[in-house]
């Protein structure tokens, strides 16, 4: 993997070890040479992972609309920022430049950009590993959810595997690299 993708909080959260382990993964994308692209903000979980991978030697894309650099305080410090008129075309580009996304906790945005990259690998528009940074447990319940939809017949069984999840930065990004298809571009 090249390049991966986070949805992440425009806050930090009520518990300082959520950016925490958030820079400890961006301290792991550094080292691995792999290329940070988000939202571009300045702010929350979102801009404590763009600080770690820069403080590391690492390279970061922002991608965001417009209308948000008044809500949103663009970082000024990342690689490269791409400015874009919409979210659908902040989405849309995120996941043209991905080999992969990672989703750390966040609000409904956040939520909002994870079940929507799920949502396009079930139906098979990409075929690139979707992770959650399990943080604190974050992602316990959304798992647990996700169980519950198999269990009630509206996931397929073999669709739950479609998201790896770890407290672990090392071992879920190990566990996308595994699930990594040949880029074919």
Known sequence: MKR????AGSSAGSSPVFAEQTRILGQALASRGIEL?????RS???GAAADAVLAH??????????HLFEKEVPHPDITKMIEVDTLHERKAKMSELADGFIALPGGFGTLEELFETVSW?????????????NIDGYYT???????H???AGFVK?????LMVASPDPQQLLDEMEAKEKPDLR
């Open 4 to 7: 991966i993708c986070i949805f």
């Open 37 to 41: 692209v988000y939202g571009g903000a």
């Open 44 to 46: 929350g979980l979102m």
């Open 57 to 66: 030697g690492g390279t970061v894309t922002g991608i965001m609309p417009t």
């Open 121 to 133: 690998a079930q139906i098979g528009i990409h075929q690139k590993p979707v992770a959650l940074f």
């Open 141 to 147: 319940p959304v798992m647990n959810l996700v169980e």
């Open 149 to 151: 939809s198999v269990k």
């Open 157 to 161: 069984e073999e669709h739950q595997d």
